[in-house]
């Protein structure tokens, strides 16, 4: 588990060894103003690199949350963008509370605990598959398995029913192997 702080705020992350791509934060402490910018900058290097199953788990998160919500719509967005998602956990009842009131009771995911978080994301399976081109870095989607190719440079590629890329040079930031 990597810790990361900042002033009035603690993030701890936790990467599941044997589902790739996906990580869960733990969120403690207070999400306002720098903190947010700060959360911000934090998540989207993690995203970045190719993790685009987030889960918050919020069990130790007590205090207003607008600010965290203007984050979630933020990454949410973006995780989308690689049909990744986010899913909320352990949200406190005041806490949720405060979703409501601001009006977003239904946008994102929530589940009781990570674990539940966990199940939801292992439930979808491997496509729509996302991953780079070795050789342009484009980023690439593969509706179902069979050929893909590369929109920039035409690399083509061959994926399994597991979504394991068998040809073609790519980097697969949710691959075992890598
Ligand atoms: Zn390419």
């Given at each position: 588990m990597i810790?990361?702080?900042?002033?009035?705020?603690?993030?701890?992350?936790?990467?599941?060894?044997?589902?790739?791509g996906?990580?869960?934060?733990?969120?403690?402490?207070e999400v306002?103003?720098?903190?947010a910018?700060?959360?911000?900058?934090?998540?989207?290097?993690y995203?970045?690199?190719?993790?685009?199953?987030?889960?918050?788990?919020?069990?130790?998160?007590?205090?207003?949350?607008?600010?965290?919500?203007?984050?979630?719509?933020?990454?949410?967005?973006?995780?989308?963008?690689?049909?990744?998602?986010?899913?909320?956990?352990?949200?406190?009842?005041?806490?949720f509370?405060?979703?409501?009131?601001?009006?977003f009771?239904?946008?994102?995911?929530?589940?009781?605990?990570s674990?539940?978080?966990?199940?939801f994301?292992?439930q979808?399976?491997?496509?729509?598959?996302?991953?780079?081109?070795?050789?342009?870095?484009?980023?690439?989607?593969?509706?179902?398995?069979?050929?893909?190719?590369?929109?920039?440079?035409?690399?083509?590629?061959?994926l399994?029913d597991d979504?394991?890329?068998?040809?073609?040079?790519?980097?697969?930031y949710n691959?075992?192997?890598?």
């Amino acid at each position: 588990m990597i810790s990361k702080r900042t002033k009035n705020l603690e993030v701890q992350l936790q990467n599941i060894s044997d589902f790739p791509g996906c990580l869960i934060l733990y969120i403690r402490g207070e999400v306002r103003g720098k903190s947010a910018n700060w959360l911000q900058k934090c998540v989207r290097e993690y995203i970045e690199r190719g993790f685009n199953k987030l889960i918050f788990d919020l069990t130790e998160y007590h205090s207003y949350p607008e600010d965290l919500i203007g984050c979630f719509l933020i990454f949410q967005k973006i995780l989308r963008q690689t049909q990744g998602d986010l899913v909320i956990a352990e949200i406190d009842s005041k806490v949720f509370y405060v979703f409501q009131l601001l009006g977003f009771p239904y946008y994102f995911n929530y589940r009781k605990t990570s674990k539940d978080a966990l199940s939801f994301f292992q439930q979808r399976g491997p496509f729509p598959k996302i991953f780079r081109c070795g050789k342009c870095a484009q980023w690439l989607e593969a509706p179902s398995p069979g050929f893909a190719s590369c929109s920039i440079c035409s690399s083509v590629f061959s994926l399994n029913d597991d979504g394991e890329i068998l040809h073609g040079t790519a980097i697969d930031y949710n691959s075992k192997k890598n």
